[in-house]
């Protein structure tokens, strides 16, 4: 056994074959049964698999490009519950892009965010109010709702509005000690919902706890982007953009900044690195980022209301972090993937599945331990347990490894534009899918 | 406007400090906590609920077997206590073993994940149990103290309206009160208290005094649980109506009061909850008048948000609080 386990982690032509027909296996049996849940999770499954094989980088993004934008969405598309795929696969993404930036404020600068998902409504709110009938209603001027085709410029707008409101934030907060951050950040979580509930009087901003409707869909080339299948591949772009950029602010000057002061910040500050100025723009990146996907939520969803913006969601995306590794890109990307599905299909299902055992009277279960309602239970846990006996996540971040030979002989400006990996299987930026 | 507001201000002070000293003694436990641990104990907020939950049942219990017919509301009120305090003392000492103590040197940032994990659990645990039981997670209590005590403030000064509460407002004072005092005896004349601020003070310095720093650190949960807990008890019977998500932003205006008078500042603490929630019975009672109905009560958790922001600007070591040079 050890020696064929030997042979596949040796031979490379041996993985990419059984790699191959494990892709092909799942994607054929998702194909022939649509119904199967556990299909598409296997076929998801693949681009973890893909990670860990030891290909070049380059690679494994093309293959895991064709896996996730031609293969996946083909083989869910031949039956009925296509749709219902592809919506958990653009939530996936959402989630994982949101991960992402409190991954940059958890997970790089050390800065615990209890109150995310506030600048996730922010983003959410600040597209809905204007891509509806809302803003007519407060605003005298303009013509409303604006059309479809705002919305690529709203991600920016959402990303920009939401960074404002990290940075009015964490001025106050960032200037004394980090462990204030949390609680703040967790009241102003709380202090974002009541307003955004409360604030149709004295002028009607938000349409209080009634919601925003019918907010406009996205469009691009006169094409209305209405379906799940089709924002599939708005929320894969923008996940793509944002792995890159997140990868790119990693390896940067400000990313080994803010992994310094998480380490230790007296010896960060004595290195020289202004500790309020570096904090504040990670928390204002990573607020950017929640405000960008809330742009994308609320076109996907076309209703928003305060009730999407609990803590709960918070620590839902802290749970992502954690579970995946903290500062670890492709962790969190596992992290939120795992987490978001484990919520949207594995509970239901759960549930589901013990209600039916319910009605048929095989085993009687009181409503008040159905898995749906367990959300916290089971965060909670994961947060202990992981935070306890496995801090680093399941994917554990990496640290990258400079030549130290080259380093002396080489100028320090040319040494930190191309630095040399010496693990040249994963620890680049980009074998992150 | 004035006038209305000085009519309404003996009914804003009564349920005010009803509100503070609840505030008050649970801030208690967030400062001594991070006096010791330099931690923020996020499940504190779901301690208070648990013993808000103990207290209930207990009561509950001593109702249905008819023993709370038999003897005097006080002496039943006693009991509920006593059992309830004992019960989430024993569960924050559990939680500080289990979550806590493993990851003592850990990063703070993993200590605090744990502690926000541990809220969630006790959250969920609390919800399943009583929907399990009553088929409703939001519990109400039968009231023990229901007199109504009618307070004549007009007779003091004409511009006053009379004041109207529940007897339950006096046991609840006065309990709150008596836990304050035994507090603050016990944290300055005490050997255990002395050993605590030894603790807190500089942990391996004391360690090397032969004090038992886990001891210690164990019979600090132990007190702290053990007043929230208790101030469960008094809130559920203020107010009647429980519910498992209580504990958090009740937990967020109290350690908002203890950061407002200090953090690890004890005395600090009881000072600042009684100022939070006199302002925010003031704002929930005045605030709709103050801007001519343009906001509403439901603004008044902002409250202590906005004071927690403004100390954190203007004065971060709190009203009482010493500035703390970091340690290298």
Redesign the interface.
């Known amino acids: 056994m050890r020696k064929l386990v030997d042979l596949f982690s040796k031979n490379k032509k041996a993985q990419l074959l059984l790699f191959i027909v494990y892709v092909a296996v799942s994607s054929l049996s998702l194909i022939l049964a649509q119904q199967s849940v556990v299909a598409f999770l296997l076929l998801l499954f693949s681009i973890l698999l893909l990670y860990f094989l030891k290909l070049s980088t380059k690679a494994k993004w093309i293959i895991g490009l064709v896996i996730v934008a031609v293969l996946i969405p083909f083989s869910a598309s031949q039956g009925q519950a296509y749709e219902s795929y592809m919506d958990v696969a653009t939530l996936v993404g959402i989630y994982c892009a949101m991960a992402l930036g409190l991954n940059i404020v958890?997970g790089f600068a050390?800065l615990?965010d209890?109150g995310f998902i506030a600048f996730f409504a922010v983003g959410a709110y600040t597209y809905g109010i204007f891509a509806s009938a809302q803003a007519s209603k407060f605003l005298h001027f303009g013509h409303f709702p604006l059309s479809g085709e705002s919305f690529w410029i709203f991600i920016l707008i959402g990303g920009i509005v939401a960074a404002i409101f990290g940075i009015l934030l964490g001025i106050?907060?960032l200037?004394?000690k980090?462990?204030?951050l949390?609680?703040?950040t967790?009241?102003?979580g709380?202090?974002i919902r009541?307003?955004f509930?409360?604030l149709d009087?004295?002028v009607n901003i938000t349409n209080g706890s009634m919601g925003i409707a019918s907010i406009a869909p996205p469009k691009i080339f006169g094409i209305v982007i209405a379906n799940a299948s089709q924002f599939y591949y708005v929320a894969l772009a923008i996940f793509l953009v944002v792995v890159y950029i997140v990868t790119r602010l990693e390896h940067s000057k400000i990313g080994r900044a803010w992994k310094a002061i998480r380490d230790n910040e007296?010896a960060g500050q004595a290195m020289g690195i202004p500790l309020v100025k570096t904090k504040l723009i990670a928390f204002a990146i990573g607020a950017s980022f929640s405000g960008m996907m809330g742009v994308v939520f609320a076109a996907k969803q076309t209703y928003i209301d305060a009730t999407s913006f609990t803590?709960l969601e918070s620590?839902t995306i802290?749970v992502m972090v954690?579970l995946g590794g903290?500062g670890s890109v492709p962790g969190v990307i596992l992290g939120a993937a795992v987490v978001t599905i484990l919520n949207l299909q594995v509970l239901t299902e759960v549930s589901n599945w013990l209600n039916q055992l319910n009605t048929n009277g095989v085993i009687s279960i009181?409503?008040?331990?159905s898995p749906a309602?367990?959300q916290?239970?089971i965060?909670?846990?994961?947060?202990?347990l992981f935070?306890?006996y496995r801090?680093k996540g399941l994917i554990p971040a990496k640290n990258q490894k400079y030549d130290v030979n080259k380093l002396k002989k080489s100028t320090t400006k040319s040494v930190f534009v191309e630095p040399q990996v010496s693990n040249d299987k994963k620890a680049s930026g980009g074998s992150e899918i | 406007m004035l006038a209305h507001i000085i009519q309404t201000l003996p009914q804003v002070i009564v349920d005010g400090l009803t509100l503070g000293v609840v505030y008050a003694v649970v801030a208690i436990g967030y400062t001594m906590v991070y006096g010791i641990l330099e931690l923020i104990n996020f499940a504190h907020g779901e301690i208070f609920m648990s013993g808000a939950f103990i207290g209930t049942t207990v009561l509950l219990i001593l109702s249905s077997v008819g023993f709370l017919s038999s003897v005097p509301a006080i002496l039943a009120f006693i009991i509920i206590i006593v059992i309830a305090s004992i019960a989430t003392g024993f569960l924050g000492m559990g939680i500080e073993r289990v979550a806590y103590r493993p990851l003592r040197n850990a990063p703070k940032l993993i200590t605090l994940i744990t502690a926000i994990g541990v809220s969630f659990l006790l959250q969920d645990i609390v919800r399943f149990i009583a929907e399990l039981k009553t088929g409703n997670y939001i519990v109400s209590a039968p009231s023990l103290f229901n007199e109504k005590i009618h307070l004549k403030t007009s007779s003091i000064l004409p511009q006053f309206g009379d004041a109207l509460f529940k007897s339950s407002f006096l046991v609840v004072l006065i309990v709150a009160i008596i836990m304050l005092i035994v507090l603050d005896f016990f944290v300055n004349r005490t050997k255990w208290g002395m050993a605590m601020r030894a603790v807190a003070q500089d942990r391996e310095t004391a360690s090397l005094m032969s004090i038992n720093v886990n001891k210690v650190i164990s019979v600090t949960f132990f007190v702290g649980s053990a007043l929230g807990g208790a101030t469960g008890v008094l809130f559920m019977v203020q107010y009647g109506s429980i519910d498992p998500y209580i504990g958090f932003i009740l937990g967020i205006k109290a350690f908002t009061a203890a950061v407002l008078g200090g953090i690890g500042n004890i005395r600090g603490a009881m000072v600042g909850g009684l100022l939070i929630g006199l302002l925010e019975m003031f704002a929930a009672a005045n605030l709709s008048t103050i801007t001519h109905g343009a906001f509403g009560a439901e603004y008044k958790d902002i409250f202590a948000f906005a004071i927690l922001i403004a100390v954190l600007i203007f004065k971060p070591e709190g009203l009482f609080g010493k500035a703390v040079v970091e340690k290298v």
Not at chain 1, 366 to 369: E, T, V
Request: proline residues 8%; glycine residues 8%; hydrophobic residues 60%.
């Open positions: 958890v050390g615990l209890l106050p907060v200037r004394v980090g462990d204030y949390a609680i703040v967790l009241g102003f709380e202090i009541i307003i509930n409360n009087k004295p007296i803590l620590t802290l954690l903290m009181p409503d008040a331990l309602k367990m916290r239970f965060f909670g846990l994961l947060l202990i935070a306890l801090p």
